[in-house]
Each structure stands twice: as structure tokens, then as C-alpha cells.
């Protein structure tokens, strides 16, 4: 791969971290739009998301880390 298309761990971190942002938009969508949550449900998905979310990220960025040395 050449030089100028790598990407640091910082930055594959940031982009999992993006996603994750995003998916959790669209389920907060589909879950309002489809199944009627209102803001107390989405509340509680939202803070469990996002434990879920932040944990999972810590398991790649550490795979990434070791990955990397």
C-alpha cells in the first residue's frame, strides 16, 4: 500500500467511532419512525448504544494497537 493511503490508528479509531455515530442515527430513525419510541425509549437505547458502542471501539482500537507494533 503506498505511503500517502495509510492511515494511522488515531484515524481508523476516529472513522469507527464516526460510524458508529452514524448507524446509531439511523437505528434512533428507524426505531422513532417504524416502532413509535418516543423519548423516554429512545433515551434508554441511545445510553446503551453507546456503552456498547464505546466498548466495542476500545476492543478494535486495542487490536489495532497491538496489531501495529
Excluded: C, H, W
Excluded at 500517502?4 to 469507527?16: F, G, H, P, S
Excluded at 419510541?37 to 497491538?66: D, H, K, N, V, W
Amino acid at each position: 500500500m503506498s505511503r500517502e493511503k495509510r492511515i494511522t490508528t488515531r484515524q481508523a479509531v476516529k472513522l469507527v467511532q464516526d460510524a458508529y455515530d452514524r448507524y446509531e442515527a439511523l437505528a434512533k430513525q428507524a426505531l422513532r419512525e417504524e416502532f413509535g419510541f418516543g423519548p423516554a425509549r429512545l433515551a434508554r437505547f441511545e445510553e446503551r448504544f453507546s456503552e456498547l458502542a464505546a466498548q466495542e471501539a476500545m476492543r478494535i482500537e486495542t487490536r489495532l494497537r497491538r496489531g501495529s507494533n
